[in-house]
T-cell receptor, first 112, second 110 residues
Framework: KAGVTQTPRYLIKTRGQQVTLSCSPI?????VSWYQQTPGQGLQFLFE???????NKGNFPGRFSGRQFSNSRSEMNVSTLELGDSALYLC???????????FGQGTRLTVV | QKEVEQNSGPLSVPEGAIASLNCTYS??????FFWYRQYSGKSPELIMS????GDKEDGRFTAQLNKASQYVSLLIRDSQPSDSATYLC??????????FGAGTRLTVKP
């Protein structure tokens, strides 16, 4: 069974640009969560999608948005990039709302 | 108060010793608790989950949960240098989102 797949693995963007990250969950998993990880702040929860609906949202500005498609793949978009958005972005999938989450390898975003 | 708190460490133990990692959480209605291991430059990997008060053992790992004290711990017996990593405590709250602690960095010295 394939694991959680995130693309791309690495990105370099310029301040003010926007970026879209993709996450394909484990087959059969309907829940996808996104996290931002930085050395100073640790793992910060961005949002969670379940069956194409956003179920939970963390405390991030509206520049961070996401969506989920009918095949459970999810995308995360960050607009008007700032230097502070440089981080490892991780997605995690679960097969229901009540089980363990499994992480993808992450997308490392660098904003210059 | 942070939702999930861990001692950031670093925690250093000699090879073969027991490593003890601790976590406290603020949401009293939390029902599910997890420990993840994250090697430098890698993504978190689930190593233990625990849902009921008491101990849960899996190989060299034992998770302990005390809901009354809002406390979760992870014991690693016979610690190996390959156990050197950051250990993340995660708590699933009442609204089903998972919140993570900042992690404890463990170093096992040969």
């Amino acid at each position: 069974k394939a694991g959680v797949t995130q693309t791309p693995r690495y990105l370099i963007k310029t301040r003010g640009q926007q970026v879209t990250l993709s996450c394909s969950p484990i087959s059969g998993h309907r829940s996808v969560s996104w996290y931002q990880q930085t050395p100073g702040q640790g793992l910060q929860f961005l949002f969670e999608y379940f069956s194409e609906t956003q179920r939970n949202k963390g405390n991030f500005p509206g520049r961070f948005s996401g969506r989920q498609f009918s095949n459970s793949r999810s995308e995360m978009n960050v607009s008007t990039l700032e230097l502070g958005d440089s981080a490892l972005y991780l997605c995690a999938s679960r097969d229901s709302m009540n089980t363990e989450a499994f992480f993808g390898q992450g997308t490392r975003l660098t904003v210059v | 108060q942070k939702e999930v708190e861990q001692n950031s460490g670093p925690l250093s133990v000699p090879e073969g010793a027991i490593a003890s990692l601790n976590c406290t959480y603020s949401d009293r209605v939390s029902q599910s608790f997890f420990w993840y291991r994250q090697y430098s430059g890698k993504s978190p990997e689930l190593i233990m989950s625990i849902y009921s008060n008491g101990d849960k053992e899996d190989g060299r790992f034992t998770a302990q949960l005390n809901k009354a004290s809002q406390y979760v711990s992870l014991l690693i017996r016979d610690s190996q240098p390959s156990d050197s990593a950051t250990y993340l405590c995660a708590v699933k709250g009442n609204n089903n989102d998972m919140r993570f602690g900042a992690g404890t960095r463990l170093t096992v010295k040969p």
